[in-house]
Structures are given as C-alpha cells and as structure tokens.
C-alpha cells in the first residue's frame, strides 16, 4: 500500500537562502557602488522616518523658536538660548539639522508617492495600449507623444497651476502636497506606458497568453494576473531611476515657490530660504540641505543604475 508523502513548504530560511544566492543578490553583494548608495539612501530614509525622535528641536513649532539665535553658524551656541546647534540655525532660529530631517521627510513622501501614482497610470495604460492595439493604442500613444515635446517640469508646472487654480484659496496650503504630488505624477507617467507598451506587445503573442485566451479568461484577468508580472522587471528600473527625477522635481518646484507650503517646508523650500541669504556670509542655511538633497538623488541614482545592468540579460 502505498502512502502519498505530503508536499512541505519551504521554510523561511530556505526562502531566504534562496534570495540571498540569487543572480540579483549576487550582483549587488559584488559591486561596492550599489552597496554604499544603498546604504546611504536607507540611512536617509531612517532619518527621515524617525525624524520626530532624532531632531534635537521641533523647527516647525512657533512656540519653541527663539530668534535671538537665528543665523547662528554650525556648532555655535544660540545667543537666546544657548543651545549648541550642530549645523548652525537659519533666520528664524530654527535648527538646520532639525529642519533638513522633517524636509526630507515630506520630500521623501512626495517623491514615492508620485512615483507610485505615475507607475500605476503609466503601467496600467501601457498594459491597455500594449494588449488591445488598434485606435486605443494609438490614442495613448500620440498623447504620450504629445507630453513628451514639453519638459516635465513644464507640465508639472501646468497641471500644478491649474489645480491650485480650482483649489478654493483657504484650502490651497492644506492640498499643495496632494497637488505636487499630481503634478508630478502625471509629468512622469509616459515612460512607463512606453516602456510597459513594447513588453505587453510582446508578451500578448506568446502562448501562454494565448492559452489563457482560449480557456476563456477575461481581458482584465490577462492584463493583471499574467502580462502584469513579466513586465515589472524594466518598471522596477524606471521607478529606481523616476524617484530620483521626483525628489528632484519637487525641490525645484519648491524652490521656485510653488511647491510645498511654508508651514510644510521640504528640502527645496529649504535651499529656496538658503539661497537668499548666501551672499551674506550665512552660507551653512543652503549648503547642508543642498548636500542632503545631493546624497539622497545620488544614492538613488546610483541604485537605479545598477538594478539597470543586473536585471539586463546581454550583461550576465
């Protein structure tokens, strides 16, 4: 009599084992680069996230400024309150590290998040455009066509003052995260429906997509459950390499001060207060967040490269 052997699970250190003796794993264990970039990019991210409990001051909080030690210089003692400020104060007496840690903190937000909505409009038109073919293909296509003659942060800036234009004006500080994020997102959607596009095109022909045809699954059921994994390979690469474009993209709307409300500022409301006052002497208030914001654009940068070259197939 014979007896059937149940199947067992893989445990979670073999499922571990299995990833960290993986070609990506592999690639990244074997390039100092992406190891480095890597840590430095989750280092911010941990700044950031625990921003309330590694800030020596609360920046954004009337009540605890003192400007008496405003532009105060790096690892000097506030004339008001003779505190040590390790990176030095701006001209409100807010403490630029404190400052730079909660900047990073809604830059971060605003970059992930925009990224997020473009690669779910972008992936999902692209899987449309790709699967269905025809007028509709044509249709995403030429409006893709059509955004990418205009610069990002052009149409950023378009769709960013057409919002705040609907926007009621008491509300417009309470939703300028929410429309940076929008702008933002619809000015980078089109690389990834390109992208998604050609590999859709592909992948609909072969037969497993024809059997599933056959079988009678639905359109929906396709484009999601079967295309949809075997084209997040070039998606996680130009998502790596978008975040970099966001967070930059945001600090230079920010910047040019239409970006994040002054009560929220991020790191390009940081380097727009900097910038006015460097030829005064107090050059730590834009350095310290210009270097951030370097550090945190090159680190993904970096990765994004990286992740390129180890999921490209003619480079193993």
Do not use: C
Request: proline letters at 6%.
């Amino acid at each position: 009599m014979s007896s059937v052997q149940p199947t067992l699970k893989p445990s979670i250190s073999s499922r571990l084992r299995g990833v960290w003796e993986s070609d990506i794993a592999w690639s990244f264990r074997h390039s100092p680069v992406a190891m480095i970039a890597a840590f430095v990019f989750l280092a911010l991210i941990l700044a950031a996230l625990f921003a309330p409990w590694i800030a020596p001051y609360t920046p954004f909080d009337p009540a605890s400024l003192n400007l008496m030690d405003g532009f105060t210089p790096p690892m000097g003692e506030g004339m008001g309150s003779g505190s040590v400020y390790w990176l030095g104060t701006d001209d409100q007496g807010r403490d630029v590290f404190s400052t730079i840690l909660y900047g990073m903190r809604l830059s971060l937000f605003i970059g992930l998040s925009a990224v997020a909505f473009a690669a779910v409009l972008g992936v999902t038109l692209g899987l449309i455009a790709g699967y269905v073919g025809g007028w509709v293909d044509a249709l995403i296509m030429r409006v893709a066509d059509i955004q990418l003659t205009f610069p990002s942060i052009m149409v950023a800036l378009l769709i960013f003052g057409i919002a705040r234009g609907l926007i009621p004006a008491e509300y417009r500080d309470q939703m300028a995260v929410w429309v940076l994020i929008l702008s933002i997102g619809l000015s980078e959607w089109v690389q990834f429906a390109r992208t998604v596009r050609g590999s859709a095109m592909v992948e609909s022909k072969k037969d497993y997509v024809q059997a599933a045809r056959l079988i009678g699954r639905k359109p929906r059921q396709i484009l999601f459950r079967h295309l949809l994994p075997n084209v997040m390979g070039p998606v996680s690469v130009i998502a790596t390499i978008y975040l970099a474009l966001a967070i930059i993209t945001e600090a230079t709307l920010s910047f040019l001060g239409v970006g994040a409300p002054p009560t929220r500022p991020s790191l390009g409301t940081l380097i727009s207060i900097g910038q006015d006052y460097l030829f005064s002497g107090e050059w730590w208030i834009l350095l310290f967040p210009s270097m951030t914001l370097l550090a945190l654009a090159l680190s993904v940068n970096l990765l994004g490269d990286w992740l390129r070259d180890a999921l490209n197939p003619k480079l193993q």
